[in-house]
């Protein structure tokens, strides 16, 4: 049987959970995970680690770059090529380009074992990565034997990365939507839902100026934490809407699954994300969804008009716009219906498909 090693940076819940869903389904492979660490201080979802079989998490040290922006994480783990020796891979899967990854890509070329490059990066999310960032991405992608990319815009970046486009795969960055999965039966609470972290590059000071613009019935739920609270919390006191924004700190679980329920509308004004997994979880929960242009994974999973909008968060008045036209009479469910049906080709069985062509294409 031939095995397969997937690097990653850490365990995530969506990520786990598919591992595990090509674990199980996957039967002609062993697949093993090794994760570069276990975790990063500023996330704090709770993984079962136990729904996966052979797993290594390295021991590492980790450098954090701290940012107004986004606090970025750089892992230096031990132990990669021990790791990988163990094991005896006949392919390895290389997820991103950090110093994990080209250690791998250094003794794969060693060992003449083929590997696979995949990326959730986009060419807009990586617009200001230095010299050195852009020379590792060339490096890897020249040696690697196929790509996989986890959006359209992820595809973009493999190719102008100097891919070749023939050996490009995508497989859609995902979570179990069956956890997720319902279908909303009444509208009209004119609920407008964020889940995210509050900080800068998400976004929610674009929204606040616009969400003064609309109809003050329309109310906004905001669940996640993060330094930025404090001048969110003075902007709506300025802006004059403490009585229609509500914070609620980070929510999980089934307490998440039922917020999306009880919600009417989901947005995400981001200024950067590679793809923004909580539109596909507010389109399971069959919620219409106002994106920001700059969250990559829009454009695979939001239909203008059809589930949702597609918007340019820095203009007020274009934002604004849209959440009026998202609760106009009848919008609402009109889209959220379709928003349900079209989350369903994310489903595991469909986004592994490109995860096992790509396979298939080396082995």
């Known amino acids: 049987m031939k095995k397969i090693i997937f690097i990653t940076n850490i365990p995530s819940p969506y990520r786990v959970d598919f591992f595990s869903?090509?674990?199980?389904?996957?039967?002609?492979?062993?697949?093993?995970?090794?994760?570069?660490?276990?975790?990063?201080?500023?996330?704090?979802?709770?993984?079962?680690?136990?729904?996966?079989?052979?797993?290594?998490?390295?021991?590492?040290?980790?450098?954090?770059?701290?940012r107004r922006y986004d606090d970025r994480y750089i892992f230096l783990p031990t132990g990669v090529e021990k790791a990988l020796a163990a094991i005896g891979p006949d392919l390895v899967i290389a997820m991103e380009?950090?110093?994990?990854i080209l250690r791998?890509?250094?003794?794969?070329?060693?060992?003449?074992?083929?590997?696979?490059?995949?990326?959730?990066?986009?060419?807009?999310?990586?617009?200001?990565?230095?010299?050195?960032?852009?020379?590792?991405?060339?490096?890897?992608?020249?040696?690697?034997?196929?790509?996989?990319?986890?959006?359209?815009?992820?595809?973009e970046a493999q190719i102008a990365y100097g891919a070749d486009p023939a050996k490009c795969f995508v497989s859609y960055l995902t979570?179990?939507?069956?956890?997720?999965?319902?279908?909303?039966?009444?509208?009209?609470s004119k609920q407008l839902l964020?889940?995210?972290?509050?900080?800068?590059?998400?976004?929610?000071?674009?929204?606040?100026p616009a969400l003064a613009q609309t109809d003050?019935?329309?109310?906004?739920?905001?669940?996640?934490?993060?330094?930025?609270?404090e001048c969110l919390e003075e902007q709506i006191r300025s802006l004059g809407l403490t009585d229609r924004v509500t914070f609620l700190g980070y929510v999980e679980g089934e307490p998440l699954r039922e917020l999306y329920r009880s919600s009417d509308a989901f947005i995400l004004p981001t200024r950067e994300d590679c793809f923004g997994l909580v539109i596909l979880e507010a389109m399971c929960a069959s919620?219409?969804?106002i994106s920001s242009r700059y969250a990559d994974g829009a454009r695979d999973l939001i239909e203008e008009d059809g589930n949702g909008y597609i918007v340019d968060p820095e203009k007020k008045e274009e934002l604004a716009a849209a959440i009026t036209r998202c609760f106009a009479d009848g919008t609402a469910e009109r889209l959220g219906r379709q928003s349900y049906e079209k989350a369903q080709e994310f489903s595991f069985a469909h986004v592994a498909k490109g995860c096992a062509a790509a396979i298939r294409s080396v082995l």
């Open 21 to 66: 869903y090509l674990q199980q389904n996957f039967s002609e492979y062993e697949i093993y995970i090794i994760f570069s660490g276990a975790g990063m201080e500023n996330r704090k979802w709770s993984v079962e680690l136990e729904k996966i079989d052979r797993y290594v998490v390295l021991k590492s040290r980790t450098v954090i770059i701290r």
């Open 97 to 100: 380009y950090n110093p994990t």
């Open 104 to 155: 791998a890509v250094h003794w794969c070329r060693k060992k003449k074992i083929p590997f696979l490059s995949w990326t959730d990066g986009t060419l807009w999310s990586e617009r200001s990565i230095g010299r050195v960032q852009r020379a590792s991405r060339r490096y890897i992608i020249k040696r690697a034997a196929g790509f996989v990319a986890s959006s359209t815009a992820s595809k």
């Open 175 to 188: 979570v179990d939507i069956e956890k997720y999965l319902v279908k909303k039966e009444t509208y009209g």
């Open 194 to 208: 964020y889940v995210g972290s509050l900080i800068q590059r998400k976004g929610l000071d674009l929204l606040m």
């Open 216 to 229: 003050p019935g329309i109310t906004l739920v905001i669940a996640g934490e993060g330094p930025e609270k």
């Open 287 to 289: 919620l219409p969804v």
